[in-house]
Antibody
Framework: EVQLVQSGAEVKKPGESLKISCKGSGYSFSNFWIAWVRQMPGKGLEWMGIIYPSDSYTKYSPSFQGQVTISADKSINTAYLQWNSLKASDTAMYYC???????????????WGQGTLVTVSS | DIQMTQSPASLSASIGDRVTITCRASQGISNFLAWYQQKPGRVPNLLIYGASTLQSGVPSRFSGSGSGTDFTLSISSLQPEDVATYYCQTYNSVPHTFGGGTKVEIK
């Protein structure tokens, strides 16, 4: 079974750093793109960026460029989303999702991880 | 960047009704269009890709159509389990933008 399992919920203070993870199993992790998607409370889905684990080639949405860092470690089938200095406005659910096509950047997302809730509050 | 505009933002329909949601791209995206269903408190789930191809396991009452800039998602006979928010997404070019969502409720 193809599966993405994300790290658990986090509660942080403004200014703190954070790295959340997404571990893939049941498929060739290196050869499928992994995207990150933000969902703020009560709001819609926002595409943040995407990484190809084989070579860690990464593309960001202009809205998120410079605000977060996406990385991957193909040796442990894990992708990451990282913040250097969190803000209250980063409070959201964050999903990772796999691009459905082998090696294809232009692919729909399936499956999705279960989500990681990040709460930033003083 | 390509903008994706969904309408309506919400709708209320009766069980058995036909429901149609539209999604418009700000420029042509061929058929690089996916639809996702997100039930309350749940993870989004891929329904349709390539504008009209049903993902495995998705009930046949769901269908998608369109190409270029204008797309539709239809539910032929609304069921209680279809209560959800539906999102379109283009994956033609980065960023792979989502539409704003359409919340479907039962009247």
């Amino acid at each position: 079974e193809v599966q993405l399992v994300q790290s658990g919920a986090e509660v942080k203070k403004p200014g703190e750093s954070l790295k959340i993870s997404c571990k893939g199993s049941g498929y060739s992790f290196s050869n499928f793109w992994i995207a990150w998607v933000r969902q703020m409370p009560g709001k819609g889905l926002e595409w943040m960026g995407i990484i190809y684990p084989s070579d860690s080639y990464t593309k960001y949405s202009p809205s998120f460029q410079g605000q977060v860092t996406i990385s991957a470690d193909k040796s442990i089938n894990t992708a990451y989303l990282q913040w250097n200095s969190l803000k209250a406005s980063d409070t959201a659910m964050y999903y990772c999702a796999r691009g459905d096509g082998f090696g294809e950047l232009s692919s729909p997302l399936d499956p999705w991880g279960q989500g990681t809730l990040v709460t930033v509050s003083s | 960047d390509i903008q994706m505009t969904q309408s309506p933002a919400s709708l209320s329909a009766s069980i058995g009704d036909r429901v149609t949601i539209t999604c418009r791209a700000s420029q042509g995206i061929s058929n690089f269009l996916a639809w996702y269903q997100q039930k309350p408190g749940r993870v989004p789930n891929l329904l349709i890709y390539g504008a009209s191809t049903l993902q495995s396991g998705v009930p046949s009452r769901f269908s998608g159509s369109g190409s270029g800039t204008d797309f539709t998602l239809s539910i032929s006979s609304l069921q209680p389990e279809d209560v959800a928010t539906y999102y379109c997404q283009t994956y033609n070019s980065v960023p792979h933008t989502f539409g704003g969502g359409t919340k479907v409720e039962i009247k």
